[in-house]
């Protein structure tokens, strides 16, 4: 009963509000053994085999107390948690790569490499038009500004970005919209989403964790501060409980095959007003926060499901 967290270092984590830091705490309270490595220390050996220098966890308090790193089989741990955050850049990519090579199946990787490659956070989305806001991707600067004169409003994301980062609320009429565009997509050689503005973002944006396509009891409605839009936690958006409403759950059951048959078992989704607008896959956060303000015990229901 071992289990491997593929984590970014651990000092450059916030120990009290880190996701991933809550799962490993929770697996650490069942008397299990609790690793972590970081995406560089793997090899894929001429065998066949792989093998990860990783660090066993002694305690979580106030940072992250381990043990020295020892090389290991991967085949030693039960499961192995991939929880690296964006940008999801050729490191990461060959990441899945490799552990790819050796699990063809993946069951024994939450998510799924194959899933994590094959399912950009954002552009996923686009599989299920009839929960999604308005929505082209583009790296051509005209079709973008057509999509903005159509829709008034409009937010443009970067596709490999994450915490709000790089995201514009724009309008025809923005005095800086060719410079936005040009700086977005690199003078038209990279592609951005563009998403129509969706006015029920002043009542927030709904994060909703999903383990093996359940929802936990509530979501987490993230409100964004005065004169922004967006309500991520990482750009001053205050996050409380929230419970799924009929339309959540509609979305939920549209969405749960795909993540089954691709084995994506540890999924935040992001929903504003009565659309979908992300399904975040590397390293999904707001467990923290959930389990603070209620009454339920996550760490449980996180162990259970996903060991």
């Not at 790819?100 to 939450?110: A, F, G, P, V, W």
């Not at 490499?113 to 308005?134: T, Y």
Request: some cysteine; aromatic content about 8%.
């Amino acid at each position: 009963m071992n289990y491997l967290f593929i984590i970014d270092p651990p000092e450059n984590l916030k120990v009290k509000k880190d996701t991933s830091i809550f799962v490993m705490k929770a697996f650490l309270k069942k008397d299990v053994g609790v690793f972590y490595t970081t995406k560089k220390n793997f090899t894929l050996n001429s065998n066949g085999s792989i093998t990860v220098h990783a660090h066993k966890i002694k305690n979580i308090n106030e940072s992250v107390i381990a043990s020295d790193p020892k090389k290991i089989l991967i085949s030693f741990f039960k499961k192995v948690f991939i929880r690296i955050d964006p940008p999801f850049d050729q490191d990461y990519l060959n990441l899945t790569y490799l552990l790819s090579h050796k699990i063809s199946k993946n069951e024994l990787i939450i998510n799924s490499p194959c899933g994590i490659r094959n399912f950009n956070e954002k552009l996923s989305i686009l599989q299920f038009k009839d929960i999604i806001p308005k929505t082209i991707t583009s790296s051509d600067a005209e079709e973008i500004k057509k999509f903005i004169k159509k829709n008034k409003k409009v937010i443009l994301k970067p596709i490999h970005g994450m915490a709000g980062n790089g995201i514009f609320l724009v309008s025809i009429n923005d005095p800086n919209l060719n410079v936005i565009i040009e700086s977005m997509t690199n003078n038209q050689s990279k592609i951005i989403m563009a998403q129509e503005y969706i006015p029920a973002i002043k009542k927030g944006d709904k994060r909703i964790i999903l383990l093996n396509g359940k929802p936990l009891p509530y979501g987490l409605m993230r409100k964004p501060k005065k004169n922004e839009v967006r309500a991520n936690l990482a750009k001053g958006g205050h996050g409380s409980l929230s419970k799924l409403s009929t339309n959540d759950h509609k979305i939920i059951n549209t969405i749960k095959p795909f993540l089954i048959e691709n084995k994506l078992a540890f999924v935040g989704i992001d929903v504003i007003g009565n659309f979908l607008t992300e399904i975040n896959v590397t390293s999904p956060t707001g467990l923290v926060e959930i389990a603070h303000q209620s009454d339920i015990d996550i760490e449980k229901i996180v162990f259970n499901e996903l060991s």
